[in-house]
């Protein structure tokens, strides 16, 4: 072997080494960089110093992507997987991995900042373990990528149809700072949507589609559905981040019940946060939290989900600082706790349309239900319903300036109840029960004279609230654009007086001559619409529209429980409108570099010369902003503007130091390293 190969050998072996044992804040290191710099001055055959020169530019550029290829993201490293890949491949566009080796590279290949592109096609489980692994490591400021190639779909399919295990989870997820986007998991097999085994988790049942059990990892704009469950998100996984997702037709029949949920969320470290996603036709719960006596739901934050046609189930053993904030509800009731329990501490719920009633459970510390709309559209359904056990109850409860609409119950009109759990007779007859609103609003009037219990009166709640004597009227639309990807809405829609249209107004997210697809999230790959934006509102049909049913649904017969939910239209509708196109050039990221390599004296201040050019896009902002930063230090950096692309920098000690040129177009951004060595002098 010549020594030339000897140093690629041991340069290999160093690099491996090197990403295990280097930690920075706490997180693995891997930063080729400096493995092939190291190594380059290794001691190899005969113990020879061997100097040689790598360049910064044939390390940085491993893989780059094509410039031209639209809105992809200017990494250091770009990676490829495909459904006709190989784990012989080199991660190359014209030689991909398969999806396991992408995803669970063994020699440490993919670094932080990199994207894994996975082209269009159905993925199928490798046939030997039957679910993919990760075990992706990014880091916080440059987390890993996993997507859908841009132009193409991706398709991960759980059918193991081969196989009479078919209990397997398609993606488990450890690792750290990775981000799973834009791409579809389902399981095309028919054969078992009802089992005959009353069992949560027997093994002829679908399996779950995720499981995650990393930290700060990310799934977002993920289509979720026909799988055993949607999203587990377990006690191991910190400060995880599920957003934009569609998850719907998830679970099983069993003799004792539907089984399977939207999403599975327990949490004891950090913040889960669970955001603008859609969780509806579930078979038993669109959400779970909690669950088993060693779970907890400590810390977890639903903001601005929508859920419809399915149960909730947010409970613990353990409840604590649960947030749930901004969400929209229809069928599904909006309930916080399953009984009262010391171990429930602390709940705020503000800012919810909650269309299918609300019930709430007394927390040792306080719950907060402020500033939402409540109706429920069960014809025997109530507005609010309370379960206490303490005499002090009303110290525990926060509940205020709300709005409740007229419940569909006929005489008496009773849509608030409170049920006391406690020690009968430690409360008086007139603090449970049923109760009118107040005394003196239209219907309540009658209710009060048939209960003689008041809600407002009795109870120290709601004395800033409104009750509105009829059923919600009119439309009420909530747009969201996409925190991820601004081509990308969610519209939710309630349509009370039963329009055939519904004007949106989607000016944040389209220009005049975009073209679009607006997809109905209850049928989101058969209920598509495409056309041109001219301005103005949008026009959105609810006539006419489908819900996808559930995969085998027609093959199954003899249901123990019929899963097929309603179709909601033309009352209630959701959409994902997304632009496929803009009018004007697409934006690409800035090209940054961050200057050549540097070798000074400690203590110099060394000037750092970045450049950055751009297209010129988006519009708006249409201008650069900049960031230095330090990738990896010996000692103290200190910078004097790191905001700016020319800027001085000194540092404290010797050795050697990275640092990151970061820009952004406001859209888009990109970045380059440039290694200083300090060395004594």
């Known amino acids: 072997m010549t020594a030339e190969k000897d140093l690629v050998q041991v ?72 459904p006709n890949g190989s784990a012989a491949g080199d991660g190359s566009i014209n030689n991909p991995w398969d999806l396991q080796t992408a995803l669970d590279p063994n020699d440490n ?61 398609m993606i488990v997820t450890h690792g750290m700072h990775t981000w799973y986007m834009n791409f579809e998991i389902t399981n095309t097999e028919t054969s078992n949507r009802k089992i005959n085994i009353p069992s949560s988790n027997p093994n002829e049942r679908r399996g779950n589609a995720i499981d995650d059990f990393g930290k700060f990892n990310k799934y977002i704009n993920l289509v979720i559905h026909d799988t055993g469950q949607g999203i587990g998100s377990w006690a191991t996984a910190e400060n995880s981040e599920y957003y934009g997702n569609i998850v719907y037709n998830n679970g099983w029949d069993a003799p004792d019940r539907k089984h399977g949920h939207g999403n599975y969320i327990q949490n004891n470290v950090g913040t889960k946060i669970i955001e603008h996603n859609m969780f509806f036709n579930n078979f038993e719960m669109n959400s779970q939290t909690g669950g088993s006596s060693a779970a907890a739901a400590i810390n977890l934050s639903f903001f601005e989900n929508t859920f419809s046609n399915g149960g909730m189930a947010w409970r613990g053993p353990v409840m604590r600082n649960f947030r749930a904030i901004g969400n929209k509800f229809y069928g599904s009731k909006l309930k916080v706790g399953d009984e009262v329990s010391p171990s429930y501490e602390s709940a705020e719920v503000r800012d919810n349309y909650a269309m299918g009633g609300a019930q709430l459970f007394e927390f040792s510390s306080l719950v907060t239900f402020e500033n939402n709309e409540v109706w429920d559209i069960d014809p025997t359904g109530k507005d609010l319903a309370i379960s206490y056990s303490s005499p002090q109850m009303t110290s525990r409860f926060s509940i205020n300036n709300n709005t409740y609409y007229k419940a569909h119950q006929a005489f008496p009109y009773w849509h608030f109840v409170a049920y006391f759990l406690g020690t ?103 209920d598509v619409i495409t056309g041109t934006y001219t301005g103005g509102s ?73 450049t950055a050019t751009d297209d010129g896009f988006p519009t708006n902002p249409g201008s650069l902003t900049h960031s230095w930063s330090r990738v990896w230090a010996r000692g103290a950096v200190l910078l004097a503007n790191p905001a700016s692309l020319t800027t001085t920098a000194r540092f404290s000690v010797a050795g ?16 380059d390293d440039v290694v200083i060595t300090v060395r004594k002098r």
């Open 11 to 82: 340069k290999s072996r160093f690099n491996k080494m090197f990403n295990k044992i280097i930690q920075f804040n706490g997180l693995t290191l891997r930063y080729r960089k400096f493995a092939a710099a190291f190594g380059a001055w290794l001691l190899i055959a005969g113990m020879v110093l061997m100097p040689v020169s790598i360049s910064s530019q044939s390390i940085h550029e491993v893989n780059k992507f094509d410039a031209n290829t639209p809105d992809s993201p200017q990494t250091s490293q770009v990676f490829y997987a495909a």
């Open 538 to 610: 949008l026009q959105v049909t609810m006539t006419g529209r489908t819900r996808a049913k559930p995969i085998g649904y027609d093959q199954t017969t003899g249901w123990y429980h019929d899963p097929l939910q309603p179709n909601t239209f033309p009352r209630f509708g959701t959409f994902v409108l997304i632009k496929t196109n803009s009018s004007t050039t697409i934006n690409q990221a800035p090209t940054v570099n961050a200057g050549a390599d540097i070798n000074v004296p400690v203590n110099t201040v060394v000037t750092l010369s970045g």
């Open 109 to 169: 290949v993919i670094f932080p900042g990199a994207t894994i592109w996975l082209r269009g096609g159905v993925y199928r489980l490798p046939t030997s373990s039957r679910q993919f692994f990760s075990t992706l490591r990014g880091s916080a400021t440059d987390p890993i990528k996993v997507a859908s190639y841009p132009g193409e779909w991706a398709v991960i399919d759980g059918n193991v149809s081969y196989s009479t295990a078919k209990n397997k989870t």
């Open 424 to 526: 009968p007779g430690t409360v008086p007859a007139s603090q449970f029960g049923d109760f009118a609103f107040n005394r003196t609003t239209g219907s309540q009037v009658t209710t009060f004279n048939y209960t003689g219990k008041s809600w407002v009166n009795n109870f120290p709640f709601d004395a800033n609230s409104t009750y509105i004597d009829t059923a919600p009227s009119g439309k009420k639309v909530f747009v969201q654009p996409n925190r991820y990807d601004p081509k990308r809405a969610n519209l939710i829609i309630y349509n009370w007086d039963l329009s055939n249209t519904v004007d949106v107004n989607v000016g944040g997210i389209l220009s005049p001559g975009d073209t679009y697809e607006l997809r109905n999230a209850q049928d989101y790959f058969g």
């Open 656 to 671: 050697r130091y990275v640092l990151r040129l970061r820009s952004s177009d406001g859209e888009l951004e990109s970045f």
